[in-house]
């Protein structure tokens, strides 16, 4: 092993495994020391900030709540409206089409003011979790509807042909041989979205839905300790979304060794 | 078997596939359908088939003519079997569920998996069955197509080039399996570019070419003495090496 090699990973000089954790070592002790210089002059006020432990978790609580109730209606959404962009009859087309470019094409930050200030509100509709999860699942519906359409594209017009030509009904062949395809083909990308719907759900901090972000702004406000409430809420999103990007990184190896 | 297609047209986009293809066959089981690339054989077959809607025409299978209508077309397909060039089995899905498929979702046959079994045994798949498409050669590939287009029992069997993606020993092997057809009177149209083949196992030649059915006859007699100059000239260019 020489010097060259601890920093350039080739195929033809592979890095060993125990240098890149060493190297990965060294780097966290790095930056360990980095934030403690800046930091360490700081004042810590971990002990009133405990004291709200409980604001903290149950915020965290409702984040987990209304990004899995999002991540159900949005799929929902998503999978109506991709079948609704292949539709032969052009109302429905459109209306699928126009929903997910002019989602796509808005910041979700400006869908919430504008969905929860202008339309929930004119409806008299003020319940700010149930408006946000909606307005989310809109949101990701929209990205879903592309990840599913890009699946179903996917499967080739020969494997419909074959469903047919067994005597499979259009519902059936969709059923038996394009989902299972399609989806297998969209699983990594729909993991990533599905991530995004986590990280997304601060978003509805700023309507007053007393989910996790919601609840360490509280906290600061409160306390006024900013590392000491940010930096459980980092932690707190990233438990939750590094098992799903790693249960995507395990779908994808799979699916490798599947075709 | 009698099939008789008449004055069917065909076109794809600027293309014309077939354009007039007139003719009558009467074969006791199996009908080759021959000739040049892009002469409009494997369209033929899958009007036929009942994959393909013709723009002009008739054709009468078996006594019964066609009607090109997808309600209808999706009868006729419940009768036939069909093989592709590309196998076209599902990916998904084992050699096992792939012929199964047919039987428990559409034909709703009771002793499925036994029919699917015997199906794949037959054709030598028996220690296969539970293999994905991915993991058999493409010789076997083409036998579990073969399997799954034959356990529904059908009336009529099509193959489209059914060995024109694999390599001539896979080929043997699956001529083979599609030889040994003949003795079950399994009634079967195909098309294939293996003039050997058609000239032992088929009873009955179609010439395809330029759209249009050139020639119809037993194969003896068009392997010994074709009528026409286009079909001479064919025999000639493909049997030059």
Redesign the interface.
């Known amino acids: 092993m020489n010097a060259r090699q601890l920093f350039f990973d080739t195929p033809r000089s592979p890095t060993p495994a125990w240098a890149k954790w060493v190297l990965g070592l060294i780097g966290a002790l790095l930056f360990a020391a980095a934030c403690f210089a800046l930091l360490a002059g700081t004042t810590k006020n971990w002990e009133s900030v405990w004291g709200y432990r409980v604001v903290f978790w149950k915020g965290w609580l409702l984040t987990v709540q209304l990004s899995a109730v999002s991540l159900v209606l949005s799929s929902f959404l998503g999978v109506v409206a991709a079948l609704a962009r292949r539709s032969t009859f052009l109302p429905l087309r459109g209306f699928a089409t126009a929903y997910v470019e002019i989602v796509r094409g808005t910041p979700l930050l400006v869908l919430l003011y504008f969905l929860f200030y202008v339309v929930a509100n004119a409806a008299g509709w003020n319940d700010r979790v149930a408006v946000g999860v909606l307005v989310l699942s809109l949101f990701s519906g929209a990205y879903i509807a592309e990840i599913v359409r890009a699946g179903i594209s996917s499967v080739g017009e020969?494997?419909r042909?074959?469903?047919?030509?067994?005597?499979?009904?259009t519902a059936?062949a969709y059923r038996?041989?394009v989902f299972?395809?399609a989806l297998?083909n969209s699983l990594p990308p729909l993991a990533g979205q599905f991530a995004s719907i986590i990280k997304d759900s601060s978003l509805l901090s700023v309507v007053g839905a007393a989910e996790l972000t919601y609840s360490a702004q509280q906290i600061n406000s409160a306390t006024f300790s900013t590392l000491e409430s940010f930096l459980p809420l980092a932690i707190g999103y990233l438990v939750l979304t590094i098992p799903v990007s790693l249960a995507a990184r395990r779908m994808e190896k799979h699916l490798v060794f599947?075709? | 078997m009698k099939l008789s297609c008449n004055q069917i047209r065909k076109t794809f986009g600027n293309h014309h596939a077939l354009n007039g293809a007139t003719f009558e066959a009467d074969f006791a089981h199996t009908l080759a359908l021959i000739g040049p690339s892009g002469g409009g054989k494997s369209t033929l077959l899958r009007i036929c088939?009942g994959?393909e809607i013709p723009e002009e025409g008739t054709v009468v299978l078996d006594g019964t003519q066609m009607i090109f209508e997808e309600k209808p077309m999706?009868r006729h397909?419940?009768r036939?079997g069909?093989v592709?060039q590309?196998f076209?089995?599902?990916?998904?899905l084992t050699a096992l569920e792939n012929v199964l498929?047919?039987l428990e979702?559409?034909?709703m046959v009771q002793d499925a998996r036994s029919r699917a079994n015997a199906a794949l045994e037959r054709f030598g798949l028996g220690a296969h069955s539970s293999k994905?498409p991915?993991q058999l050669s493409g010789g076997q590939r083409q036998r579990v197509a073969i399997a799954?287009?034959l356990a529904?029992e059908p009336d009529f069997l099509f193959m489209d080039e059914p060995t024109s993606a694999l390599d001539p020993e896979m080929t043997s092997e699956v001529l083979d399996a599609i030889a040994d057809l003949r003795d079950s009177k399994q009634p079967l149209i195909l098309v294939t570019h293996e003039m050997g083949f058609a000239r032992k196992a088929a009873d009955v030649v179609a010439f395809v070419a330029e759209g249009k059915v050139l020639e119809c006859g037993p194969s003896e007699d068009f392997f010994e003495a074709p009528r026409t100059a286009e079909a001479a000239r064919f025999l000639q260019r493909i049997l030059k090496y």
């Open positions: 020969s494997q042909e074959s469903a047919r030509a067994i005597g499979l009904t059936q038996y041989v299972p395809q297998r599947e075709t | 088939a994959l999706h397909r419940l036939a069909i592709f590309g076209n089995l599902f990916p998904h498929l047919p979702k559409v034909h994905k991915s799954r287009a529904i």
